[in-house]
């Protein structure tokens, strides 16, 4: 099973800061990697799929990278609605078998 | 529009099976590579996957758990069912389903279950 690892576990920030976030699988995943924001009492949101696609609606200061066993979510400029955890998602191929990180919680400074 | 409504008790008692209902709207889980998800959290926990059913009725499962979880569906309904039996207060969680084969990409509201006596 592949094992994903996300640092830092918190990120204390302020709004219009840079936010980078990381996420090291335990073996390669290819670019089959997606990125979600919870907030608690709303559903999840899907930020980025395959590792750098942004997923329909989701403003362009969020960005993904990376590819095989390290990945990266950047958040160009904090905004307010932007403080909540992050989560990152994997697929194994066969069977189709799905693991998330430990989450990283992004918070006011 | 696509969504999802997760819908089930609140409140159930150890060693009861919970049952849980996703009910869906904006696509069909006829539509060739169509899946539906069951996903949970902990209370302070990360988020687990659960199960997956697909469009022809294929289903997967949490090796953990496999041996208490069920996943069937209702295309006509437009409803997905999961069944975990034998609960437990570690059971105690926000249960979500998700759309997707991949990644996730529309999600319910979630419904938290709590395990207790």
């Known amino acids: 099973e592949v094992v994903l690892t996300q640092s830092p576990a918190s990120l204390s920030l302020s709004p219009g800061d840079r936010a980078t976030l990381s996420c090291r699988a335990s073996q390669s995943v290819g670019s089959y990697l997606a990125w979600y924001q919870l907030k608690p009492g709303q559903a999840p949101r899907l930020l980025i799929f395959d590792s750098s696609h942004r997923a329909t609606g989701i403003p362009p200061r969020f960005s993904g990278s990376g590819s095989g066993t390290d990945f990266t979510l950047s958040i160009s400029s904090l905004e307010p609605e932007d403080f909540a955890i992050y989560y990152c998602q994997q697929r194994s191929n066969w069977p189709p078998v799905f693991t998330f990180g430990p989450g990283t919680k992004v918070e006011i400074k | 529009q696509v969504t999802l409504r997760e819908s089930g008790p609140a409140l159930v008692k150890p060693t009861q099976t919970l049952t849980l209902t996703c009910t869906f709207s904006?696509?069909?889980?006829?539509?060739?590579?169509?899946?539906v998800n069951w996903i949970r959290q902990p209370p302070g926990k990360p988020l687990e996957w659960l199960a997956r059913?697909?469009?022809?009725?294929?289903?997967y499962y949490i090796t953990s758990l496999m041996t208490r979880l069920a996943i069937s569906k209702d295309t006509s309904k437009n409803q997905v069912v999961l069944t975990l039996s034998n609960m437990d207060p570690v059971d105690t969680a926000t249960y979500y389903c998700?759309?997707?084969?991949?990644?996730?990409?529309?999600w319910g509201q979630g419904m938290l279950v709590t395990v207790s006596s």
């Open positions: 059913i697909d469009w022809d009725d294929d289903k």
């Open positions: 998700a759309r997707g084969d991949i990644f996730f990409d529309f």
């Open positions: 904006g696509f069909s889980l006829s539509t060739i590579g169509m899946c």
